[in-house]
Nanobody, 122 residues
Framework: QVQLVESGGGLVQAGGSLRLSCAAS????????MGWYRQAPGEQQRELVA????????TYADSVKGRFTISRDDAKNTVYLQMNSLKPEDTAVYSC???????????????WGQGTQVSVSS
């Protein structure tokens, strides 16, 4: 069984910074891409915030380019999201997602973390 556990959310004033972490644990053979998504209050859909491949290539939503940085530590099976210059419109539940190949069954499944609240006050 594989789990993703996020940490690092909270309440911050506009212009501030937060760093989110998401650690994968369990029967893991390898991890392909890892990403952060967010769902704002009242929105039905999650949106992609940032993605990082196993090779280190990154993709960002236009709204966060230049402010957020995604990184990963494969030795720790962890993905990070450094969020700077936060704005009230960044307020959302942030969830991590990872494509993980099981060490038991050798297939790749996408897993979600439980989500962490980020609130930015003006």
């Amino acid at each position: 069984q594989v789990q993703l556990v996020e940490s690092g959310g909270g309440l911050v004033q506009a212009g501030g910074s937060l760093r989110l972490s998401c650690a994968a644990s369990g029967s893991i053979f390898s991890i392909d891409d890892m990403g952060w998504y967010r769902q704002a209050p009242g929105e039905q859909q999650r949106e992609l915030v940032a993605l990082i491949t196993s090779g280190g290539s990154t993709t960002y939503a236009d709204s966060v380019k230049g402010r957020f940085t995604i990184s990963r530590d494969d030795a720790k099976n962890t993905v990070y999201l450094q969020m700077n210059s936060l704005k009230p419109e960044d307020t959302a539940v942030y969830s991590c997602n990872a494509a993980i190949k099981s060490a038991t069954y050798y297939h790749t499944t996408r897993y979600w973390g439980q989500g962490t609240q980020v609130s930015v006050s003006s």
